[in-house]
């Protein structure tokens, strides 16, 4: 998606979904009128067209497509769905304005085609963002969850120009539209995305942003599209290095893998939100034995969990292969907070200052 001089960031994604949208339609029309049987080529979202790109890092979809037709009986209905809802996509864009995926399905009560249930108008979206190539966010469709927070010297574009760092203690919260959102001007060298709103409150109070000069990420657990694209973002346009720290078990290790390589749920959009340049920095099973962290034991989900990610093409490596067979042998888990044994202000004093050092030792 190629930005044309003189143009914001919202206004070349609005010019292109909606030129999407509108071929989409138009495609369909010249089907009618040359008397052909409208279809839709729709690229398959099974676990068999998903794979891992060595060279990419992350998970794309592979070139097996499904084609939707109105000459098929059991597809008309489906067919008729995903038009009504890029039509009503074409509405959003066209006049910049947005809706929850679960508005959108209680709109199609009134489209005489309605869904079964919300999953199945999700599925929908989702045909329609693969098919078109764009974002179900650029479509003007929004999740309901809560955005991350956002804490240091960052100025960007949001309807009005504001600053991450003079908006409270809280920050700026990442807008479900990031990519309505433009970025002005930054004083930070580096972003540090923290699992845990607690810990994302203590760097603050701590002024690590200050300290670290860089951006303070509170991801809020599993890391939302709209989180895993502003760090897309700030990592190649602002060429800022994202480094994660995530509790040290096996679910914060995926909470990292799935910023730094995306997810196979959402490989058609993983080139948008996979960041695979991201480091992972702890807490790691070498962290709990080195600092002697208080623990918690294993469970058997915890310990199947970690056996499943050691055969994850996306743990390769040396590093996470390491990490894993460490924490399966030690049996122990720990959170990020579990620092705090050595006192509040340990994990800004001692703790990242080391990891930061270490991360350039090895660039």
């Given amino acids: 998606m190629a930005e044309k001089k003189g143009k914001s960031h919202k206004e070349i994604r609005k010019e292109y979904t909606f030129n999407k949208l509108k071929g989409l339609g138009k495609d369909i029309i010249e089907d009618i009128e040359k008397n052909k049987v409208p279809s839709v080529r729709v690229p398959s979202r099974g676990t068999g067209n998903i794979v891992y790109d060595e060279a990419k890092r992350y998970y794309v979809l592979g070139d097996r497509y499904g084609k939707r037709s109105l000459g098929n009986v059991k597809q008309i209905r489906k067919m008729g769905q995903m038009v009504y ?163 040290g078990d096996p679910w914060g290790f995926h909470i990292a893998q799935v910023i730094i390589s995306g997810s196979a749920k959402l490989a058609h959009v993983n080139e948008d939100l996979a960041t695979p340049d991201a480091k992972f920095i702890g807490v790691t099973a070498s962290d709990i034995i080195n600092y002697d962290l208080p623990t918690d034991k294993l469970k058997d989900v915890d310990v199947l969990r970690l056996k499943e990610l050691s055969k994850d093409p996306r743990y390769k490596d040396d590093f996470w292969q390491t990490e894993i067979k460490k924490m399966l042998k030690i049996g122990k888990k720990a959170e990020q907070q579990s620092f705090s044994k050595y006192g509040l202000e340990y994990v800004v004093d001692e703790y990242f200052p080391a990891k930061f050092e270490e991360m350039e030792n090895q660039a």
């Fill in 85 to 247: 809802v890029a039509n009503f996509c074409k509405d959003l864009v066209a006049r910049e304005k947005t809706a929850t995926i679960r508005e959108m399905y209680y709109v199609s009560e009134g489209w005489g085609i309605s869904f079964k249930n919300q999953q199945e108008s999700n599925i929908v979206g989702e045909d329609l963002e693969v098919t078109l190539g764009t974002t179900r966010e650029d479509l003007g469709l929004m999740p309901e969850e809560d955005g991350a927070s956002v804490y240091g010297d960052l100025t960007l574009h949001d309807e009005v120009e504001i600053n991450a760092a003079k908006m409270g203690k809280s920050g700026y919260t990442i807008s479900p539209t990031i990519d309505q959102v433009d970025f002005l001007d930054h004083n930070v060298d580096k972003v540090l995305a923290v699992e845990t709103m607690g810990m994302f409150h203590r760097l603050v109070q701590e002024n690590a942003h200050k300290r670290f000069n860089c951006l303070i990420v509170g991801l809020k657990g599993q890391a939302a599209r709209a989180t895993r694209r502003f760090l897309k973002r700030v990592n190649t346009e602002l060429k800022l290095p994202v480094y994660i720290c995530n509790d």
